[in-house]
Structure formats: C-alpha cells, structure tokens
C-alpha cells in the first residue's frame, strides 16, 4: 500500500491540494488526508505536481514510424510504450480501412496482445475506421479498399465483436441502417464519419443504435442548399444532437481555435471527447515520412499532410500536448480539459466504471504531470511504468 501525497488532484470537478491518493493491489483504495495516514502506509512525494487519471485516447493509429495495422510486436510496442511516457495509460488500437484479411490478422494480434500484461498503454480493444465510408469524404483514408456495408463483407468484420469497441461508417450508405443496428447489438459502438449525411438520416441512424460521431469537421458533411431549402450535415447534427458522443482533434492543427470553441460551447465536456488521431507520424520531425495503411504522408508544419496537401492525415502530436491546447488557446478549464481526456471517453466505449476518474474501487492508472505537461511518473493498474 503506497500513498501519493504532495500534490494537486484533479477529480472530475475540482483540484484538490490537501489529499493523498492511496493505492492498494492495484487499484486506488481511498482519498485520505495526509496527516491521516497510518505507518503502515508507504510515502511517495509528488513534488506539488498535478496528478490526472491516466488519459484515454480512443481514436490513435499508431507513433515513432508505426501503426497499429501492423501486427507485430515491434510495432505495438512501440506505440504504446510512448504513449504511456506521454501519461496515455488506455487506449484504442486503431485501424485504417485496408483489406478483410488484413484487418482480420491486425483483430487477431491485437486479441493476442490484449491477454498477455505489457509495460506500456493498455489497449482495451480496437477502433475501426472502417471501409464503409464515403468516397467523397475519404480524407486521407485509402480509396482502394472502400466498400458498401450491403456487400456482404460486414459478417468477416463482425467475428471480431469481442475486441472491437468502435466502428466508424457512412450513415448515408445503402445498409448502413441494418449495419448499425447489427453493431449496436453486438455491444459495438457505431460510429458516424467520413460521412455527407444529411441530419434526418443521422436521426434514422440514432433511432438503431447510433451514437458516436468521429474527428468533427473533418471528413463530414456540412449545410448544403437543395433549392431555397437548408439541409443540416453531419456537422450540425454533431453540435446539436444529445444523443451523441463526439471526438475532437486538439493539435491546434486539424482545427483553428474557433472552431474549437464552437464545438465545446455546443457539445461540452462530458459528451466531448479529445483525442489524438495520431499516425505514425507522431513523434518524427518534420518532413519524416510514414505510412498508414498502402498509403503514404510526411510530416508537414507539425501535422500529418498528403503529399499534395489536399488533406490532413492524422495529427503527430500525442494526447498530453493537447492539454495546454485545450486549456490555453480554447480557454476550456483544467478539470473540463482532462474530463475530455479521460471519463468522457471511459465513458463513451463503457469502461467508466473502473477507468477514467480518481476513485476509490477504480484502477489505479494515473498520469503525473510537470508544469509543462510532460509526464513525470506514469502508473498504470498500480504498477510504475514511467521512472
């Protein structure tokens, strides 16, 4: 039994200054004053350094020249050991839409990885942005392996139900309705992006299941003009619906900070989820290139770029810089920041009740931060893995 003490918490809705955390087998056993504590209780002082829930990053593809569609060892471990030195402590593997059986073997070695205990993030299962999407909004995702979910293909992806937490697809797209009504069943979260949905088929795709929106404003329709008539994209169905979870890129890159504050302003912080996006990328200096998927990007004024420059394709930049982003150019407060960071994302692919807050009875993943945001100690299930 260890007692963090010396430091600021950040719960869901205050920092604190005058408590301990205690940890016990690996879970945070109470909240205690320090002056309280027994001799039977270990020391660790923080050094007045704030201390988070170890952040959740459910939308990442990969850092360091690696992505998660390559099921190797080398790779995932290398994504996740930098994540875990940057204060990630859960994640999503993440995958770019390539072939069936290429995705099935990326599926297959994650399960694998899942079961075994590693040193770096924990993955809690995979993240799919999936081929059903729309051409028109494909972004940086490769057009060669775009398909339609009536084609029969959904049934391979779906054997992978007990690791796959999220799936991106089309809302639009002929079966799509029955696709997500099938991954809402299968405990999947449904996702809407890389989408030209107008608002009432996001309404039809909510009414079976629907309920997460991927990276807003990018890839995704917005208000387009029939005649005199304003039609709502899936942009606008993102700022408004309740019944929707949506994500966010915080690099300062992929979005100016108006359109930040927007999307806080509409959303908040407990249905706003940021995230990372990162590829390969993240990590390298600038002009490094990387791959994700058959395709190929560099990395271009701190972001990932296509080479034609038409399109971003994802962020380089980890979720622990994204906090002073979200603090100082969109003026969202601390405990709001790490919420997007942290329970909203437990939340939105179900894991709240033992990620995502500093709680007793939860895991004891946590993330120790200098001024700057850079982590100083990483914890994850009671266990250093930052020294």
């Not at 927007?262 to 990328?281: E, M, V, W």
């Amino acid at each position: 039994m260890i007692a963090l003490t010396n430091c600021r918490i950040v719960f869901p809705d205050l920092v604190t200054q005058d408590k301990s955390i205690v940890i016990d087998g690996g879970k945070i056993a109470g909240i205690a004053n320090a002056g309280d504590l027994g001799s039977d209780v270990e020391k660790f002082d923080v050094g007045g350094r704030v201390i988070t829930p170890g952040l959740i990053d459910i939308h990442t593809h990969g850092a360091l020249g690696h992505t998660f569609n390559e099921p190797t060892a080398e790779a995932f471990d290398a994504i996740t050991r930098e994540n875990a030195r940057r204060g990630v402590t859960s994640m999503l593997a993440t995958l770019a839409t390539a072939p069936i059986p290429d995705l099935a073997q990326c599926f297959d070695f994650t399960r694998g990885w899942m079961h075994e205990s590693r040193d770096g993030a924990q993955i809690l299962g995979a993240h799919l942005e999936s081929p059903y999407i729309n051409p028109a909004q494909k972004g940086a995702l490769d057009p060669q392996n775009i398909r339609l979910p009536n084609d029969g293909s959904v049934d391979a992806i779906l054997e992978h139900r007990d690791i796959l937490k999220i799936l991106v697809l089309a809302p639009e797209l002929p079966g799509a309705l029955d696709l997500v009504s099938k991954l809402a069943r299968a405990g999947i979260v449904p996702a809407a992006g890389h989408s030209s949905a107008k608002d009432d088929q996001v309404r039809a795709a909510m009414q079976v299941g629907l309920r997460h929106v991927t990276h807003i404003w990018s890839a995704m329709s917005s208000v387009v003009r029939e005649g005199p008539w304003r039609k709502p994209g899936l942009l606008e169905s993102a700022l408004t619906f309740d019944g929707l979870m949506v994500e966010m890129i915080c690099d300062n890159k992929h979005l100016p900070p108006t359109l930040m504050q927007l999307a806080y302003k509409s959303i908040g912080a407990d249905r706003l989820c940021a995230i990372s996006d990162a590829t390969s990328g993240a990590g390298l200096p600038d002009g490094a290139r990387f791959k994700m998927g058959g395709m190929e990007y560099e990395v271009r004024d701190g972001v990932g770029m296509m080479f034609d420059r038409t399109a971003f394709a994802g962020s380089s930049t980890l979720l622990n810089e994204m906090i002073p982003v979200l603090i100082n150019v969109v003026g969202v407060p601390l405990v709001e920041a790490i919420r997007m960071m942290t329970l909203t994302p437990a939340r939105a692919i179900g894991v709240a009740d033992r990620k995502g807050s500093i709680v007793p009875g939860k895991d004891a993943d946590l993330a120790i931060f200098n001024d700057d945001w850079r982590a100083w100690r990483v914890m994850i299930r009671g266990e250093w893995v930052i020294a």
